[in-house]
């Protein structure tokens, strides 16, 4: 099983910026995929960005475009979320995801970002 401790997240004004970051621990020998989620009040929850560590690929909602950028790192398991330019619209908890071969989604906690105007 993998756990994920997510951090960052917190408010902030339109047009600044925050970090998030996701470490994984336990099983994670066979994880493939690691990324960003988000649920806003009365929403589903959506993709952000994501990462596959098997490809290299790397993946973003057309909404976060040129303003969020996804890294991680393979070895240590971690992957962070850079926001930049950020918009009211972007208010929402996010979560960390993994998946690992054969299972579905892990889930982090969640962590708030509020985006005021």
């Known amino acids: 099983q993998v756990q994920l401790a997510e951090s960052g997240g917190g408010l902030v004004q339109a047009g600044g910026s925050l970090r998030l970051s996701c470490a994984a621990s336990g099983r994670t020998f066979s994880m493939y995929y690691m990324g960003w989620f988000r649920q806003a009040p009365g929403k589903e929850r959506e993709l952000v960005a994501a990462i596959r560590w098997d490809s290299g690929n790397s993946e973003y909602a057309d909404s976060v475009k040129g303003r969020f950028t996804i890294s991680g790192d393979a070895a240590k398991r971690t992957v962070d979320l850079q926001m930049n330019s950020l918009k009211p619209e972007d208010t929402a908890v996010y979560y960390c995801?993994?998946?690992?071969?054969?299972?579905?989604?892990?889930w982090g906690q969640g962590t708030q970002v509020t985006v005021s105007s």
């Open positions: 995801a993994e998946k690992s071969y054969g299972t579905d989604y892990t």
